[in-house]
């Protein structure tokens, strides 16, 4: 039963649905304490993990078209960066991860 549990856990997390997961775990009440702990955390940074770029932000910097572009890492808007550049560095987190804001949305 527990097992059983613990697998649809980890299918949610690999299914990028950490809100599904916690569901999962909040639903079954017999997860021993220490695995919960643990999926809690793995929700926790999962959830760290996934960037949430403002849309309407990258709407805007794409109709401006003025080289602007998003980090993929802490989603952070940068400036002077190639329309269909993929590998840009940020200057707030540093990752080489901005990508153009066309890129971004398919335009280029
Ligand atoms: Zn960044």
Redesign the pocket.
């Known amino acids: 039963m527990e097992n059983n549990t613990w697998e649809r856990f980890q299918n949610a997390i690999k299914a990028d649905n950490p809100e599904e997961a916690l569901r999962i775990l909040e639903s079954e009440g017999h997860l021993m304490p220490e695995r919960k702990a643990e999926a809690e955390e793995i929700v926790k940074k999962h959830k760290k993990r996934k960037v949430k770029i403002d849309q309407q932000a990258l709407m805007d910097a794409a109709m401006r078209d003025d080289c602007s572009g998003f ?1 993929l ?2 989603g ?1 808007e940068n400036y002077g960066i190639e329309a269909d550049g993929t590998k840009g560095e ?1 200057e ?2 540093g ?1 080489r ?1 901005v990508v153009g804001a066309a890129r971004l949305l398919g335009i280029v």
């Open positions: 980090c890492a802490c952070a940020c707030e987190c990752e991860k």
